[in-house]
């Protein structure tokens, strides 16, 4: 009977393994919009997600081997268990804390999904550790782990609170029946990290917002082709501009499947720009449409594979962090993106502290948040021209900082006879609001080119809207120069002879 019983329980392991496996791959084929059970079934993610964990060295020999296959197992369900606890904090659900937590770990687990009902949230966002203890039948496994972590409070539309650390821990896990699980964790330090800004001595920029005239948001990366960018470029300088503002889409420089080709373009277009002497202002996180915290780790590993491409060129001036995340606060919450600004300006302070840093508010009226964090001031300038001046005024008196406009920019769309605009409308218009804005640090104009068709995912769905984005360029889509390019061109030698 007893070997009928073991018979029939090896029989139901493997049967399970073949339904979750199953399980598994019929979940990544589902649409992400599912309402699931279980932490394995919810995040099609997760198990593509990618290990967060560093491992050194034990400081003393363990009783049982640690090897490169223990490593990613302990690492992939250590990474695991702390984004199932973001997630049940920030969807209330405790539930699915049961497959990466067990014991004393579940229980306190348990208890801050309850007291995150109040506005709180933890993201553990990557993770040293070092083994100490690893069980000789290799059925427990403890060891000494810092973690980076962010924690926020919200209030209402307010953050009333946030922090980034470095937790120092010590984390026990068990190998139960559905693999490895945090049994406890104990936390004795915390190291808070620092956001200093390191400062701006630049000279005064004159831009231009790029994309290729047939390859505009979404189309650029994937279609990149180095001898357009490098006759665009040479067009940009000789409009006398010093500085090129450009986009790094999220998913591309971020899937695994696409990363390797976008660090080599991004490669490729920084060489082009250094050989046409030109600077540039890379803006990250464009076209983001999740800032959850559950993908704040995802970030950081984007940060971490662009940040050094940047860092080794001479091209790069600053970075924007984000364009125009003011306009995303309705969908997404105003405390919650304010905090992950925080979280990125940390992070990017800690892999690139060398690279000054900014954020494209899409007005004056938000240009001052997070100022005290950055180490220059921007934002977009498309409000009534007469009190353009005005507006950059109230910003300069209110920080220490460069206060540059990276977006300025007037449509030549025109049903007839100039409505709603036409090429000399566009060039006289662009000329007043130069003018108005010459006591800016830098000024950027949106954009080179004019564009056949633009991105929806971008501008919107509305045909007005659409075809006025296609008439903003300088230059029409087949190069050749609007009025506004001469006055672009003069008002840019007068921005660099101050």
Known sequence: MTRILAFIALFCVCIGGILWGASAALTKARARTVTHQYIADALDALSERPNHVTWGDPETPLVRSFTPGDAGMIGQA?????????????????SILRDSFSGVAQDRAERSVEDASLGGQMVVLAQNARPQFYHLDGSVFQADVEMLVAR??????????FELVMDQAKSTLMNETNGWRVYSHERYAAKEMDASPIGWGGAPMAGINYYPAATPWQKFWPAFDENIIAQDFARISDLGATTVRFFLTTEYFADADTQED????????????????LKVVPTLFDLKYSFDPTVWGQDLATLRAVLPVFAASPAVVMVDIKNEPDLDFAA???PEILAWLQTMIILMRMEAPDLPLTIGWSSSDA??????????VTYHDYGEIGTASARLSAVQSATDRPVMITEIGVSSYEISLGYPGSPDGQADDLGKRLDALAAADGIFVWTLYDFPAVDASAVGGSAWVQNLQERFGLFTSEGVAKPAAKVVSQAFDRLLSQ
């Open 332 to 334: 997404h919450g105003r």
């Open 78 to 94: 250590m990474t695991e268990a702390w984004y199932a606890l973001t997630l049940a904090q920030n969807t209330g659900d405790a």
């Open 262 to 277: 976008a660090l080599n373009r991004l490669t490729t277009f920084l060489f082009l720009a250094e050989e046409a002497g």
């Open 152 to 161: 926020y409070l919200v209030a209402g539309d307010n953050l009333a609170y």
């Open 367 to 376: 240009a001052l948040a997070l100022e005290n964090m950055l180490d220059v």
